[in-house]
């Protein structure tokens, strides 16, 4: 083995894997009023928390995340925080009912595990919530790619009449009435709240929602040196970093059913011509033959006007895949087996079908096999965030 692979190894990844975080709290938790002005003047004078950061990379992500935050947006702790409870904050909707985490909440994998979201009013969207892990990886953003930064996709749905039902300047003005906030958008941005300082902030805070250290990482890492004798190796610090990591993919190792679905994604399923890379993504638009009745089935269409786009959405990234169900754009798919017998059987007939779409012909265990790959093999660490206290 060629020791130039230890440069691929960073030191986080070598650690012993992190015990799981505690159970997150539910999004309906946030309640304003409850940090108090004494507390934020307080935290505003930390040392270091208005120095720019850069988040630590689970195992499976990018070692180096600098490249994925632009540089008018820095990352710094009081920044996070503040973008933070602005996802939170129910006060960013016209009538205080909705916030950014109600679709998109922490216990429910970054969704609200519903076929499609309820804005204010009990209003109905037409499209499920995707998960906002690993986003910061994501060229654009919403299932048809009209947002083109996080910053952009933070605006989209405080303007939705649907969704929150609030403009971004009313939102801004909102917010500017409440010292709490108020002290903190002068010590972040030089000054009071605006809907660029808005989207800024929430962005930064959605930038550090990463999730990564699946068996499936601990097993590709592990490649390498399973056929690796320790026996004939001089070098000692090496001999201890192949151990450890031989060590830490037994500690997760995944089960036979998904060793077997792992072959087949990335075999005779084909998953992975659309499902690779870090997030297990293209990060592009395909047409599988779901939701063509329904009035956004123009797709990524509606936003190129090209014809050839009609019906295609985005590849959805697959880390944690089993906590975000229902599943496709239009939560018409409840379970993982349903997803994968969708593509077993060649997708839905149309005139734009992806030409990745085509029968498997998998077996009712390679199903079972596969789903298990996608359950247990894709599944690991949940960020450890909880319900902010609010101004």
Same mark, same amino acid.
């Given at each position: ?35 108090? &002005? @004494? *507390? ?8 270091? $928390?208005?120095?720019? =950061?850069? /988040? !630590? ?92 930064? &996080? @910053? *952009? ?8 009449? $649907?969704?929150?039902? =609030?403009? /971004? !300047? ?222």
């Amino acid at each position: 083995m060629r020791k130039t692979f230890l440069l691929l190894l960073p030191a986080a990844l070598l650690a012993a894997a992190a015990a799981s975080p505690p159970p997150q709290d539910s999004a309906d938790s946030a309640r304003p009023g409850t940090w108090p &002005l @004494e *507390e934020i003047r307080a935290w505003l004078e930390t040392p270091g $928390i208005h120095d720019p =950061f850069l /988040p !630590e990379s689970p195992l499976g992500l990018p070692e180096d995340l600098s490249e994925f935050i632009p540089a008018d947006n820095p990352l710094t702790r009081a920044r996070v925080r503040l973008g933070e409870q602005l996802y939170f904050d129910k006060r960013l909707s016209r009538d205080g009912t909705v916030s950014c985490a109600t679709c998109h909440d922490p216990a429910r994998g970054w969704t609200d595990n519903a076929p499609v979201s309820t804005g204010i009013d009990g209003q109905k969207g037409l499209r499920s919530a995707p998960s906002v892990l690993n986003r910061l990886l994501g060229k654009t953003q919403f299932w048809d790619g009209r947002a083109a930064s &996080l @910053e *952009e996709q933070a605006l989209g749905p405080i303007g939705n009449p $649907i969704e929150m039902g =609030f403009s /971004p !300047e009313e939102a801004a003005e909102r917010l500017n009435a409440i010292e709490g906030y108020r002290l903190q958008f002068e010590a972040v941005f030089g000054g009071p709240a605006t809907p660029e300082r808005i989207a800024q902030a929430i962005a930064a805070f959605e930038r550090t929602i990463l999730a990564g250290a699946s068996k499936n990482d601990y097993y590709e890492r592990a490649l390498p040196w399973f056929e690796w004798d320790p026996e004939e190796e001089e070098d000692e610090e090496w001999v201890e970093i192949g151990l450890r990591i031989l060590e830490e993919e037994r500690q997760n190792r995944m089960s036979e059913a998904a060793r077997r679905g792992r072959e087949l994604f990335f075999g005779k399923a084909q998953c992975s011509t659309c499902h690779f890379g870090p997030d297990l993504t293209d990060e592009q638009f395909h047409n599988l033959g779901i939701g063509l009745d329904r009035p956004d089935a123009a797709g990524r269409a509606a936003v190129t006007g090209k014809d050839e786009d009609w019906g295609k959405f985005k590849t959805p990234g697959l880390r944690n895949i089993a906590l975000t169900a229902p599943y496709m754009h239009d939560g018409s798919l409840a379970t993982l087996e349903e997803v994968v017998e969708h593509y077993n059987k060649g997708g839905t007939p149309n005139r734009n079908l992806s030409g990745n779409i085509f029968p498997l012909k998998l077996t009712k265990e390679e199903v079972r096999d596969l789903v298990t790959f996608l359950e247990e093999g894709l599944s690991g660490e949940r960020p450890p965030v909880r319900t902010p206290r609010l101004p």
